[in-house]
């Protein structure tokens, strides 16, 4: 679908019917009334109180909405996405299910994920797929992939928008395994290198969906109960930063730092763990890197 077209649809259904068509009004309102008024959010990730006091503001003027509980905001492709929990292909199909999206073949996105190593056992595990999305009314190939909070993708030819997460998808703890043994836990950077360290080792790999420089103070308390606490970013300065950072933020939270082990893909094997896995490595090389790890 070409950006103008994409306008064109966008700008042809306006935002009152559209929440109407969602089952989000519990009153009568008209189509073609300039006035704003609040809604309950659908985005029920973002409101631990379940937002009993309506925070989500539809704003006809603009056809856009705005939650000033959760931060979501957007159009009206958003606010389907938001409360059907779907991609933008499938928002636009949903808005008009005769709308062509011209679909591209994927050969980058599916190049990117033989390189990284995943087998279709874990592809599917984790429900990843490739389509095609939009950033600033132009489109994108991309591989999606859910998070707790929602879809995060990652954009092909795009610099500036790598990656990506989908509306009302703050950040989170993408886990492998979700109630692992108390045994150790694996903390590295980003979702497909927690999948490859997965498929490879059977560990629980858990990634922050925010990336290297952001795990918050309120996420220690998940990790109080292991022996081990593996932290193995990206050997990259971001991914190192990152590290320390995490690092620092457990201890700080009342984690015992001798829990703490920090390890490193060998510069010469890549960047990554699906650089480290594609090489051939097992998880007898990995645990080779763990027992020949220093105190962080």
């Known amino acids: ?56 503001a539809i704003l006809p003027v603009k056809n856009r909405f705005h939650c000033y509980g959760c931060g979501s905001d957007g159009d009206v492709f958003d606010l389907i996405q938001l409360t059907k929990g779907v991609s933008l292909p499938e928002a636009i199909k949903w808005l008009d299910p005769n709308a062509e999206l011209y679909p591209t073949s994927h050969q980058e996105a599916k190049k990117y994920l033989k390189d990284k190593g995943l087998s279709p056992e874990t592809l599917s595990k984790f429900k990843v797929y490739v389509g095609e999305t939009w950033d600033n009314d132009k489109q994108y190939e991309c591989v999606y992939f859910p998070i707790p909070t929602g879809k995060k993708y990652r954009l092909f030819g795009c610099e500036d928008c790598k990656y990506k997460n989908g509306i009302g998808a703050g950040a989170s ?26 498929q490879n080792t059977g560990y629980p790999f858990w990634t922050s969906t925010a990336g290297a420089k952001e795990f918050l103070s309120t996420w220690v308390d998940e990790f109080r109960r292991f022996n081990q606490i593996i932290i193995g970013f990206d050997n990259d300065p971001a991914g190192q930063d990152g590290a320390q950072n995490t690092i620092e933020t457990l201890i700080n939270g009342g984690v015992d730092s001798k829990k703490i082990i920090k390890i490193e893909v060998p510069e010469i094997l890549g960047k990554d ?24």
């Open 1 to 56: 679908m070409t950006p103008a077209k994409l306008k064109e649809l966008r700008d042809g259904h306006k935002i009152i019917a559209v929440a109407r068509d969602l089952g989000l009004l519990k009153r009568q309102i008209d189509d073609n009334s300039k006035s704003s008024f609040n809604i309950n959010c659908p985005n029920t990730n973002g409101h631990s109180h379940g937002d009993h006091r309506p925070s989500l």
């Open 173 to 198: 703890i993408f886990k492998t395994i979700e109630n692992p043994a108390d045994d150790l836990v694996v903390l590295c950077e980003g979702e497909l290198d927690a999948m490859s360290g997965w």
């Open 273 to 296: 763990w699906s650089d480290y896995f594609s090489t051939g490595r097992s998880k007898e090389d990995f645990n080779e890197l763990i027992s020949n790890s220093k105190p962080p």
